[in-house]
């Protein structure tokens, strides 16, 4: 969120958040909006609120989603899985096959393998070894085949687990959409309901003194892939807000900081509060250009620090990303890639 009016949360949906308790505890402690200002202020104060809180659903989504990727991944490495399997299963049984058919042809069919193609082997072998004309390597033969149609159940059984855990991740990041569009929504009708001088202020306010590049000191990075990670986040600047989106056409504030350090060849989490355990923690005092700087108590805001007080993110929609001073909003953590 940029600094401009910000007020206390004033809380969020359960699904899209973790920290309900804390925000309603700081909304009653800080206050709400004066029961003496004015209606526009009102207004634009819910605005900045509804920014907030769909962002915080914006992670919300953002984790779903990226656990819904990671279990599309699982699905398919035990779908791979099982049909190697199969097909070895499918070799053995060939083969058993072959043997039975050799001892018919040279006077008559094993009875032990006569039960092979029955849909219970298992049932053979706990019979087996009451099976006089069963030789040891018939024997081991078939033991191989359990041992594998067991596998093949158990990868069964997992893939099918996983594809339910998908379908309710699905779900999930469904409902946090709708979550962040509702927000989002609401927030537009109440921006459109200013008379046309307070909506352009309110532009003005979100943009004012931003433009320029600030004065960001002689600061160097940490490392070589903190300062390849400035640059690009530099190179980002102007950029839209899109919530859910990670570049490079545009970004919401995680997005933006997991994009910049893949220019630098690391792989970040997803999700700010992701992002948060990424590194080593340093303290604000101690921050270097490339650190990740994390606010709020739930960690559902993320920006890059730049030198000289100054920190580049993706503020909400509607405010381009840009540069703000480090302590517009709570500072929760400093963490160093």
Same mark, same amino acid.
């Given at each position: 969120m940029g600094s401009h009016r910000r007020l206390a949360p004033s809380g969020f949906d359960r699904g899209a958040s973790v920290a309900v308790s804390f925000l309603s505890v700081a909304a009653a402690a800080l206050g709400a909006v004066p029961a003496a200002a004015a209606p526009n202020d009102e207004t634009r104060a819910e605005v900045d609120r509804l920014y907030e809180q769909a962002e915080k659903a914006t992670e919300a989504y953002n984790q779903a989603d990226e656990r819904a990727d990671e279990l599309r991944d699982e699905v398919r490495t035990a779908q791979d899985r099982i049909a190697r399997q199969q097909q070895r299963i499918n070799s053995m049984r060939e083969s058993l096959g072959s043997l039975a058919g050799a001892q018919y042809r040279s006077g008559g069919i094993d009875p032990s393998l006569a039960l092979l193609f029955s849909d219970d082997p298992d049932? *053979?072998?706990?019979? &087996? =070894? $009451?099976?006089? %004309?069963?030789?040891?390597?018939?024997?081991?033969? !078939?033991? #191989?085949?359990?041992?594998?149609? /067991? #596998?093949?159940?158990? @990868? /069964?059984?997992?893939?099918?687990?996983? !594809? %339910? #855990? !998908?379908?309710? =991740?699905?779900?999930?990041?469904?409902?946090?959409?709708?979550?962040?569009? /509702?927000?989002? &929504?609401?927030? $537009? /009708?109440? !921006?459109? =309901?200013?008379?046309?001088? #307070? $909506? @352009? &202020? *309110?532009?003005r306010a979100s943009r004012s003194g931003r433009d320029g590049m600030p004065d960001l000191g002689g600061a160097t990075a940490a490392s070589g892939r903190g300062a390849a990670a400035v640059a690009a986040a530099r190179s980002a600047l102007g950029k839209p807000y899109i919530w859910g989106a990670n570049g490079p056409s545009g970004f919401d504030c995680s997005g933006l900081t997991q994009w910049s350090y893949a220019q630098a060849g690391v792989s970040l989490p997803r999700t700010s509060q992701g992002q948060r355990y990424a590194g080593r923690q340093v303290p604000l005092s101690e921050a270097r250009p490339g650190d990740l700087v994390v606010y709020r108590s739930d960690a559902s805001h993320v920006g890059m620090y730049m030198g000289n007080g100054q920190v580049i993110h993706a503020p909400y929609p509607g405010a381009p990303v840009r540069y703000d001073p480090v302590g517009m909003m709570p500072v929760s953590s400093v963490t160093r890639v």
């Open positions: 049932d *053979y072998l706990d019979q &087996a =070894s $009451r099976l006089d %004309r069963v030789t040891a390597h018939q024997a081991g033969e !078939l033991k #191989e085949l359990q041992q594998a149609m /067991r #596998e093949l159940g158990q @990868d /069964r059984e997992e893939a099918a687990g996983k !594809l %339910r #855990e !998908l379908e309710k =991740s699905r779900k999930t990041v469904a409902a946090h959409k709708k979550t962040v569009e /509702r927000k989002l &929504a609401t927030a $537009r /009708r109440l !921006l459109n =309901s200013l008379p046309d001088t #307070e $909506r @352009d &202020a *309110y532009g």
